[in-house]
Nanobody, 129 residues
Framework: VQLQASGGGLVQAGASLRLSCVVS????????MGWFRQAPGQGREFVAVTDWNGRSTHYVDSVKGRFTISRDNAQNTVYLQMNTLKPEDTAVYYC???????????????????????WGQGTLVTVSS
């Protein structure tokens, strides 16, 4: 199973970016898909998760109203649309796959990195002030 994340870059505060993560080597719809981030010197933080068909989602409070997670099951791809970026959003962003058919409820099973089975390599997002 491979997860290939892309779309990071250097932007100014207030700008937008869209991250993509293409999944191969498995049945994409068997998995919830999440995005996490890790800032320098900090632990890996949950950002967003979507269930297998994109109908239920959950976000960390700090990105609610600014970020949107979505997926295209025909393209085996999950996206993270990031609007109104802030300097504190600067981090390496990782996509991850959790084998589960349940809906997203924002429980520990949805937000804990230890629940995820596969990880992408990360894409760097830098937001300047």
């Amino acid at each position: 199973v491979q997860l290939q994340a892309s779309g990071g870059g250097l932007v100014q505060a207030g700008a937008s970016l869209r991250l993509s993560c293409v999944v191969s080597g498995t049945t994409f719809t068997d998995y919830k898909m999440g995005w996490f981030r890790q800032a320098p010197g900090q632990g890996r933080e949950f950002v967003a998760v979507t269930d297998w068909n994109g109908r239920s989602t959950h976000y960390v409070d700090s990105v609610k109203g600014r970020f949107t997670i979505s997926r295209d099951n025909a393209q085996n791809t999950v996206y993270l649309q990031m609007n109104t970026l802030k300097p504190e959003d600067t981090a390496v962003y990782y996509c991850a796959a959790h084998r589960s058919s349940t809906i997203v409820r924002g429980t520990i099973k949805d937000i804990s990195p230890t629940q995820y089975d596969y990880w992408g390599q990360g894409t760097l997002v830098t937001v300047s002030s």
